[in-house]
């Protein structure tokens, strides 16, 4: 590798560890932010849901402080239309408030976020680095990141290694899958219906929770194609490209319904695209039905 090529590449590192410090950081903020601002803000994002106040100073505390790192160009996020830019090198992609219809009934919810070499809307292949926080009974970190995904408490916005090798365990356990029965196609009505009678239901309406679930005792998580929606709920960039590297990453496997999601690239910034995650069987199975 070329001198310059070394030195962007490992200016790429660095910016990818001060945008995982910041989000880590920035987590305290967004704890007193949920609790402050629980109330709806009036407004709905570009993909037409309801915005809660909450979401909104989610989203405002990351811009902020991720456009003031250095290497930093672009940041784009799930509440807002448009990409914000300056100048730098890598992009940030967030769900700044992961599951806040959770608020009300005081349930998981947490943040997603994807570092991209390349400006969104744009490939999985692109991805750097991805994770997601839980803000749960405690505050953790997940993030994958040269093909090693490691989990973290994070104390004070502080982040100290719990387990630097996540893995999916081979045996699956676990099951969750959204949008109801009633809604999904004949194909995947069947498929699901014989993982219901293998493994457990675990669904929290928050997919951070959902995809810990299925990391911490295997299975699968899906989101899947609906009758009337076949682009399914869940947004490509936001909030499947970074859960699809993580879960890659663990050893398991992604799916749009036909191919890796990380293989795909969103039509628009706020596209939604099917998803299946979990266990490789399982999603080979399941691909092999709905496709
Ligand atoms: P909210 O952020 O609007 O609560 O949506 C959460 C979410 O995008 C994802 O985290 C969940 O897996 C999914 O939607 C839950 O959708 P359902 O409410 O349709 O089950």
Redesign the pocket.
């Known amino acids: 590798m070329s001198k310059s090529l070394n030195t962007s590449a490992s200016e790429s590192e660095q910016t990818v560890a001060q945008v995982i410090d910041t989000i880590a950081a920035t987590t305290p903020d967004v704890r007193h932010a949920v609790a402050e601002y629980r109330g709806q803000s009036n407004s709905v994002n570009p993909s037409g849901?309801?915005q809660l106040a909450a979401?909104l100073r989610a989203d405002e505390l990351f811009e902020q402080r991720l456009l003031d790192i250095d290497g930093v160009a672009t940041y784009a996020s799930?509440e807002r239309a448009d990409v914000e830019t300056t100048d730098g090198r890598l992009h940030v992609a967030m769900?700044p408030?992961?599951?806040?219809?959770?608020?009300e009934p005081n349930s998981g919810?947490?943040t997603?976020f994807g570092v991209y070499s390349e400006r969104p809307p744009t490939a999985g292949t692109n991805l750097l680095a991805s994770g997601f926080v839980i803000y749960g009974p405690i505050t953790s970190m997940v993030v994958a990141r040269n093909d090693q995904v490691r989990e973290y408490i994070l104390e004070d916005g502080d982040k100290r290694l719990v387990d630097d090798d996540v893995t999916l365990p081979e045996e699956p356990t676990v099951f969750?899958f959204?949008?109801?029965v009633d809604s999904w196609t004949d194909d995947f009505e069947s498929v699901a219906e014989e993982i219901r009678y293998e493994l457990k239901l675990r669904?929290?309406?928050?997919?951070?929770?959902?995809i810990n679930q299925v990391l911490t005792y295997g299975g699968v998580?899906s989101?899947p194609e609906l009758q009337s929606r076949p682009e399914g709920?869940?947004?490509h960039q936001f909030?499947g490209h970074p859960m699809a590297y993580i879960v890659e990453s663990a050893g398991g496997r992604s799916s749009d319904g036909a191919q890796s999601l990380l293989e795909t690239a969103p039509d628009e910034l706020h596209s939604r695209t099917p998803l299946y995650l979990g266990n490789a069987d399982l999603i080979d199975r399941i691909e092999s039905t709905v496709n």
């Open positions: 849901d309801d979401d799930e769900d408030l992961d599951g806040s219809s959770n608020l919810m947490g997603i969750g959204g949008g109801g669904y929290g309406g928050a997919m951070v929770a959902d998580f989101y709920k869940l947004r909030e």
